[in-house]
C-alpha cells in the first residue's frame, strides 16, 4: 500500500515497476537456459563429472574466483579430445595403414577423460560445492597443458595424413622436383648419348690401323687397277654408298650381295675420304665381293666439287660456322638437348652432301641406289630400277604419321620465302635408301635447286643443319613415296620397331646415335647387322668386335 501511495506520488512508479518485471522475466528465462545445459550434460559419456562441475559452476561462479580458470581448462582439455577424436575417426574411415598412430589418438583421448576422473581431481576440483583447491587445479592445469601440448604435435606430425590440400601441395612439389632431376638427366644422357654417337669407338680404330699397317708393309699387293667396263655400264644395278666406316660399308655391301638373285649385276660405288681410302681398298682386296663388282674412290677424286662450286665447302670457310661447331660445344650441348644433334661435326663433311652430286659424279648412269652406311637390305633389291617413278626425281619412303615429320618440322616457315614456296603439312620423307631417276634429276637441274637453297641458309634462317631439309626443298613436289616395307627406320633410337615389320622390311635402318658397331646400339636390332660382318676376316677378330 505504501509503495503505491509512493508511485502515486512520483510519476516514475509505473516506470520502476515496468523495469522490475523485465528483470525478472529475465531472470527466469536465464534459469530456464541454464536447466537445459545441465539436462544436456547428464546426457554425455562422463555424465557424473559433467553434472556435478556444471551444478557447482552454477550455484558457485560468484563465490569463487578459480571457477571460470577452470572452466576455461576443462573446455580446452574437451576440445582436444573432440579433436583428437574426429582425426581417429576420419583415419578409421579412410583405413589408413597406421595403426600405430590410431592408438596413439585412441589412447590420447583416453588420457583426457581418466584425468578428469582421477579421484583427488573430483573431490577437489568437479564434485565440492565449496572453494576449489588452489593446488588441485594447478596440478590438473599442469597436466591439461602437457595433453594438449602433446595432443597438438601428435596432429601436426599426421596432418598431412589427413589434410587433403596439404598432400596434393606436397605431392606437385614432389613432381615438380622430379621433373627437375629428370631434365637435368635427360639432358646430361643425350650429350653423353651425342659424345658416343660422334666417337670412333677403340675396334674400329684398330681395324683401320691394321688396315694401314697391311698396306705399308706389303705395298706391292694393294696396287690400283684399271677401272672396270662395268662401273660406267648403265644396264647393271649401281649403288652409291658413301663413308669413312670400312666395317659399316662392308656390312652394307655384303648384304646386297647375299640377297641378291644376281649378285654378278650389281655394281658399288663407295666413296670415302682421303684417310680412309688405303684402308677401305685394303679391306676389300682382302675381302673381295663374291661376283658383284665395287668402285673405290675418295671425294678429293671428284676434282669438280671445290668451293667455288659446291657452297657447303665455301660456308665451311665461314669462322662464324666453324665457332658454331667447335667453340663451347660441350657448355652449350647440354643447355638445349634438341639441337645437340645439329652440333656434330658430320654435318660439315663433304660425304654427306655428296647426295646431291650424284649426276655429275655418274654421267653416265641413269638410275643409281643411294644407300647410307648404316643399313642392312635384306631382300633381293633389283626391283627397284624397273620401278615406275612417274616421271619423279627420287623414290623414297615417307615418314609422315599424323601431325609427325611434316615439313613444318624441319623448315622455318616463319621465313617468308619458305612459307611461299612450301608447303607445311608436306609429308616428309627419308633419306637412307633413295633410287634416283638421275636423266629426270639432269632435266630438272635439282643440283641447281640445292645450290639455291643452301646458298640462301648460309646463316642457317631456312633450316638448321643437315641434308635432310636440303633434301625436301631440293626434291619438293619430285619424290615418288614408295611402299613402306622397302625402307623401315629407327632401329637406332626406337626400341619399339615391331620385329615383324622388321622381318618384312627389304632395307632396315640404324637412324639415330644407337648405331650397330656402338657400345650403345639397341641390343634386340644388334645381330642383324653383326650376322653379316665378315667374322673370319682376321683384323676383325684382333680388334674384338664382339662377333
Keep these: 500500500m505504501a509503495v503505491a501511495v509512493r508511485g502515486g506520488r512520483g510519476g516514475g512508479s509505473a516506470l520502476r515497476n515496468f523495469f522490475s518485471y523485465r528483470i525478472f522475466v529475465s531472470a527466469m528465462f536465464t534459469l530456464l537456459f541454464l536447466a537445459t545445459l545441465s539436462v544436456l550434460f547428464s546426457s554425455h559419456h562422463d555424465s557424473t563429472i559433467g553434472n556435478a562441475y556444471l551444478h557447482r559452476s552454477?550455484?558457485?561462479?560468484?563465490?569463487?574466483?578459480?571457477?571460470?580458470?577452470?572452466?576455461?581448462?576443462?573446455k580446452q582439455a574437451n576440445d582436444h579430445v573432440a579433436l583428437v577424436n574426429a582425426y581417429a575417426a576420419y583415419a578409421r574411415k579412410l583405413k589408413l595403414e597406421i595403426a600405430k598412430q590410431l592408438k596413439m589418438f585412441e589412447d590420447l583421448a583416453q588420457n583426457f577423460s581418466d584425468l578428469q576422473s582421477k579421484?583427488?581431481?573430483r573431490s577437489n576440483l568437479f564434485d565440492t560445492d565449496g572453494p576449489l583447491d588452489d593446488d588441485s587445479l594447478k596440478q590438473f592445469e599442469k597436466e591439461v597443458k602437457d595433453k594438449v601440448k602433446f595432443a597438438r604435435l601428435l596432429i601436426a606430425d599426421s596432418k598431412e595424413s589427413y589434410d587433403n590440400q596439404l598432400k596434393i601441395q606436397k605431392l606437385k612439389d614432389t613432381i615438380f622436383a622430379v621433373n627437375e632431376l629428370f631434365v637435368k638427366a635427360k639432358k646430361n644422357g643425350a650429350f653423353a648419348s651425342s659424345i658416343a654417337a660422334k666417337s670412333t669407338p677403340k675396334s674400329l680404330h684398330c681395324l683401320a690401323m691394321r688396315l694401314m699397317e697391311e698396306r705399308i708393309s706389303h705395298p706391292e699387293k694393294y696396287r690400283d687397277e684399271d677401272p672396270k667396263p662395268e662401273y660406267e655400264d648403265p644396264t647393271l644395278h649401281h649403288y652409291a654408298i658413301f663413308s669413312d666406316n670400312v666395317i659399316a660399308v662392308s656390312v652394307v655391301v655384303n648384304s646386297?650381295?647375299?640377297?641378291?638373285?644376281?649378285?654378278?649385276?650389281?655394281?658399288f660405288h663407295v666413296v670415302t675420304d682421303r684417310m680412309n681410302l688405303a684402308a677401305m681398298k685394303v679391306w676389300f682386296k682382302m675381302r673381295p665381293i663374291q661376283q658383284g663388282h665395287i668402285e673405290i674412290k675418295s671425294v678429293e677424286d671428284f676434282t669438280f666439287l671445290t668451293s667455288s662450286y659446291v657452297p657447303v665447302l665455301k660456308q665451311l670457310?665461314?669462322?662464324?660456322l666453324q665457332n658454331f661447331y667447335f667453340q663451347n660445344s660441350a657448355e652449350n650441348a647440354t643447355k638445349d638437348v634438341n639441337n645437340m644433334k645439329f652440333k656434330n661435326?658430320?654435318?660439315?663433311?663433304?660425304?654427306n652432301h655428296l647426295r646431291f652430286y650424284l649426276p655429275e659424279m655418274y654421267p653416265t648412269l641413269h638410275r643409281i641406289l643411294f644407300l647410307d652406311d648404316d643399313v642392312v637390305v635384306q631382300k633381293d633389291l633389283t626391283a627397284l630400277w624397273t620401278i615406275d617413278l612417274d616421271g619423279k626425281v627420287n623414290g623414297a619412303v615417307e615418314t609422315c604419321f599424323g601431325s609427325f615429320h611434316r615439313y613444318s618440322q624441319y623448315l622455318n616457315f616463319s621465313h617468308p620465302l619458305v612459307r611461299e614456296k612450301f608447303s607445311p603439312k608436306a609429308c616428309a620423307w627419308a633419306f637412307g635408301m633413295n633410287i634416283f631417276?638421275?636423266?629426270?634429276?639432269?632435266?630438272?637441274?635439282?643440283?641447281?635447286?640445292?645450290?639455291y637453297w643452301q646458298n640462301l641458309n648460309e646463316d642457317r634462317t631456312l633450316w638448321k643443319l643437315g641434308t635432310l631439309p636440303a633434301g625436301l626443298m631440293t626434291f619438293f613436289s619430285k619424290t615418288k613415296s614408295l611402299d613402306k616395307s622397302w625402307h623401315v627406320l629407327g632401329l637406332g633410337f626406337n626400341p619399339s620397331v615391331s620385329m615383324d615389320e622388321i622381318h618384312k622390311a627389304a632395307v632396315i635402318h640404324y637412324n639415330g646415335d644407337m648405331?650397330?658397331?656402338l657400345d650403345i646400339a639397341l641390343n634386340q636390332y644388334k645381330e642383324l647387322w653383326t650376322k653379316y660382318i665378315d667374322s673370319e676376316m682376321e683384323f676383325v677378330q684382333m680388334c674384338n668386335f664382339g662377333v
Design 317 to 320: 670457310e665461314s669462322a662464324k
Design 58 to 74: 552454477l550455484v558457485s561462479l560468484s563465490s569463487d574466483p578459480l571457477k571460470t580458470r577452470l572452466d576455461l581448462i576443462h
Design 256 to 267: 646386297v650381295i647375299k640377297n641378291a638373285e644376281e649378285p654378278w649385276k650389281h655394281v
Design 515 to 517: 648405331k650397330p658397331w
Design 437 to 451: 631417276d638421275l636423266d629426270a634429276w639432269r632435266r630438272e637441274k635439282c643440283t641447281e635447286q640445292y645450290h
Design 345 to 351: 661435326p658430320k654435318y660439315l663433311s663433304m660425304l
Design 119 to 121: 579421484q583427488n581431481y
